[in-house]
């Protein structure tokens, strides 16, 4: 089984500052890859950002980077220079590269961005 | 334009009543994906579908079925046994090492 933990219901962050959002996970899969993605208030779901379970270095896509801790089973999304349109609800997911395939998803996190 | 079309963007039905979401793409992706979003809660996996005709339920699979008869769709039927339809339902297509690319959602109301 497979779990996403976000313990971060809501968070504020004034804009042109960075933010962190927090993600832990649990998996029996020895593989497997991590997932951001942001949803804004019209329901479409973007794709933010991939960390692979066996990548060395940490995934950087613009001002997105994945904070990957293996050991200690984290994967927090850091967003540098917020800007107004960063507000949205942000979910982490995973999916093992073993048996269902599909991805689990955590309870996410709204974010709002203060001018 | 490659993607992923869900329809209807909204959707009301009575109750007792059987209502189907339709999703297709033209990514060329072998699973497919059906998820239902509560308000400010996170995705839950309805059924997938990772070759065509076949198909397993996911976390929530009570009062839903779906059909893949073929590779470009996988309707969703949210039927009477339901008893509380109303969310929003994502569709999203993938394949074993890319992230899944989603459909616009369907909002079902119960009248």
């Known amino acids: 089984a497979q779990k996403i933990t976000q313990t971060q219901p809501g968070m504020f962050v004034q804009e042109k500052e960075a933010v962190t959002l927090d993600c832990t996970y649990d998996t029996s899969d020895p593989s497997y890859g991590l997932f951001w993605y942001k949803q804004p208030s019209s329901g479409e779901m973007i794709f933010l950002i991939y960390q692979g379970s066996y990548d060395q270095q940490n995934a950087t896509e613009g001002r997105y980077s994945l904070n990957f801790q293996k050991a200690r089973k984290s994967a927090n999304l850091v967003i540098s220079a917020s800007q107004l349109g960063d507000s949205a609800m942000y979910f982490c997911?995973?999916?093992?590269?073993?048996?269902?395939?599909?991805?689990?998803f955590g309870s996410g996190t709204r974010l709002q961005v203060q001018p | 334009d490659g993607g992923i079309t869900q329809s209807p963007k909204y959707l009301f039905r009575k109750e007792g009543q059987n209502v189907t979401l339709s999703c297709e793409q033209n990514l060329n992706h072998d699973a497919m994906y059906w998820y239902r979003q509560d308000p400010g809660q996170g995705l839950r996996l309805i059924y997938y579908?990772?070759?065509?005709?076949?198909?397993q339920k996911g976390d929530i699979a009570e009062g839903y079925s779906v059909s893949r008869e073929k590779k470009e769709s996988f309707p969703l039927t949210v039927t009477s046994a339901q008893k509380n339809p109303t969310a929003f339902y994502l569709c999203a297509t993938g394949d074993q090492y890319t992230e899944a690319f989603f459909g616009q959602g369907t909002r079902l109301t119960v009248v």
């Open positions: 997911a995973m999916r093992g590269h073993t048996g269902r395939r599909a991805l689990t």
């Open positions: 579908s990772q070759i065509v005709n076949d198909f």
